[in-house]
């Protein structure tokens, strides 16, 4: 059960804007959303998170909804090494727990010339 | 980020074989570190989570005798598939989360291990 949902994928050209989409309609109130991505026979790679505000790191910036129940992802300036699947996924915000990871199905992005 | 190492990075196997797939933090100590598996063009499936100096948890349906777990100390991890068959042959992929320090409560992944069993 992986508590998001996200287009199975989306094209986008590269230089231009990259704005993946989720849902999460049953976030509770202590849980985070995080963004991954997984370059093809990589492991995942930490992209952001945030709990209700805004977060811009030097990867992406993480727009959340002020209800909480969806969020995007941006890539500024999308170049061909984003190519990759994006995992959209709550996850409890105690640290003092095992808070596990669990994915879904993710957005495959495809960047293109 | 923190650091987290995987070795092999790929194994070719006969069938009834086991084997050995370490996962070890190069930066930070883990206390806890999660396996998962991935077939071609799915997701990541979350086998166990191990905690150091204690047992795994496995995941429902995920063979306890199968897949061995140990978490021996705060850096390492390792899983061994006993005894593996091809529909074994899989990507293996840990990951580690630290207390403390630049690891606090993060994730972060190995390179993965892809397992290939005759």
């Known amino acids: 059960d992986a508590k998001t949902t996200q287009p199975p994928s989306m094209d986008c050209a590269e230089g231009r804007a990259a704005n993946l989409p989720c849902n999460h309609s049953?976030?509770?109130?202590?849980?985070?959303v995080y963004w991954y991505r997984q370059i093809h026979s990589q492991g995942p790679q930490y992209i952001i998170h945030?709990?209700?505000n805004n977060e811009t790191n030097e990867m992406a910036s993480l727009i959340i909804t002020e209800d909480r129940k969806s969020s995007t992802l941006i890539l500024p300036h999308a170049t061909l090494r984003d190519t990759a699947v994006y995992y959209c996924?709550?996850?409890?915000?105690?640290?003092?727990?095992?808070?596990?990871?669990?994915f879904g199905t993710g957005t495959r992005l495809q960047v293109t010339l | 980020g923190a650091v987290v190492s995987q070795h092999p990075s790929w194994v070719i196997c006969k069938s009834g074989t086991s084997v050995k797939i370490e996962c070890r933090s190069l930066?930070?100590?883990?206390?806890?570190m999660f396996w998962y598996r991935q077939f071609p063009k799915q997701s990541l499936m979350l086998m166990a989570t191990?905690?150091?100096?204690?047992?795994?948890?496995?995941e429902q349906g995920v063979e306890k005798d199968k897949f061995l777990i140990n978490h021996a100390s705060l850096t390492l991890s390792t899983l061994t598939v006993t005894s593996a068959h091809p529909e074994d042959s899989s990507f293996y992929i840990c990951?580690?989360?630290?207390?403390?320090?630049?690891?606090?409560?993060?994730?972060?992944f190995g390179e993965g291990s892809r397992l290939t069993v005759l």
């Open positions: 990951s580690a989360r630290g207390l403390g320090g630049r690891a606090t409560g993060e994730l972060f």
């Open positions: 049953t976030i509770s109130g202590n849980e985070y």
């Open positions: 945030g709990l209700k």
């Open positions: 996924i709550v996850r409890d915000g105690n640290t003092g727990t095992a808070s596990k990871l669990t």
């Open positions: 930066d930070f100590q883990a206390t806890t």
């Open positions: 191990s905690n150091e100096g204690s047992k795994a948890t496995y």
